[in-house]
T-cell receptor, first 118, second 114 residues
Framework: KAGVTQTPRYLIKTRGQQVTLSCSPI?????VSWYQQTPGQGLQFLFE???????NKGNFPGRFSGRQFSNSRSEMNVSTLELGDSALYLC?????????????????FGPGTRLTVL | GESVGLHLPTLSVQEGDNSIINCAYS??????FIWYKQESGKGPQFIID?????DKRQGQRVTVLLNKTVKHLSLQIAATQPGDSAVYFC?????????????FGQGTTLQVKP
């Protein structure tokens, strides 16, 4: 099976612009979570989508949004970019959250999209 | 507050030795824990996971130990190899209601000396 894929791998934007990142989960996986990774804050949870619905959200401003399509592919959007948004954005997919009547199951990560805001 | 912490930022071991990476978590309601390995320029790679109803789980050359009494997690790597050099993260799911969310520790860099 192919792993989680993310496009593009690298992006350079300027302050004030917006950006859309894409994530294709492992085939058959229905849950997609997004994370931001920075040297200072580490890996932080952005949001999780399941069956085209946002089920969980982290503590990020409303400039960060996402969506999921019927084929489980997901996109995240950041509007009005700030310098501090420079980070590695990672998505992770899992088979079906709560399948085992627990909160989540194994998340597999993509290679990430490296966003640089100038 | 929510936090998953690692005791040491960098661990240096000799090739062939066993490595132990430790992690402390703060949320006693956490029911699921994962160890990830991240190499430079790549996303985190799943190593092994454990649920809160277990205290030990073994994989290929790796063992995860969970001590819920002291909220401590460890990853043991047997016969460490140069290819094991990477940053290792522990992660927890904080509660049953937090679907799809993992809280990550800051990471421990494992350096393997040949």
């Amino acid at each position: 099976k192919a792993g989680v894929t993310q496009t593009p791998r690298y992006l350079i934007k300027t302050r004030g612009q917006q950006v859309t990142l894409s994530c294709s989960p492992i085939s058959g996986h229905r849950s997609v979570s997004w994370y931001q990774q920075t040297p200072g804050q580490g890996l932080q949870f952005l949001f999780e989508y399941f069956s085209e619905t946002q089920r969980n959200k982290g503590n990020f401003p409303g400039r960060f949004s996402g969506r999921q399509f019927s084929n489980s592919r997901s996109e995240m959007n950041v509007s009005t970019l700030e310098l501090g948004d420079s980070a590695l954005y990672l998505c992770a997919s899992s088979l079906e959250a709560s399948k085992f009547l627990t909160s989540t199951d194994t998340q597999y990560f993509g290679p990430g999209t490296r966003l640089t805001v100038l | 507050g929510e936090s998953v912490g690692l005791h040491l930022p960098t661990l240096s071991v000799q090739e062939g030795d066993n490595s132990i990476i430790n992690c402390a978590y703060s949320n006693s309601a956490s029911d699921y824990f994962i160890w990830y390995k991240q190499e430079s320029g790549k996303g985190p790679q799943f190593i092994i996971d454990i649920r809160s109803n277990m205290d030990k789980r073994q994989g290929q050359r790796v063992t995860v130990l969970l001590n819920k009494t002291v909220k401590h997690l460890s990853l043991q790597i047997a016969a460490t190899q140069p290819g094991d050099s990477a940053v290792y993260f522990c992660a927890e799911n904080p509660s049953l209601s937090n679907t799809g969310k993992l809280i990550f520790g800051q990471g421990t860099t494992l350096q393997v000396k040949p």
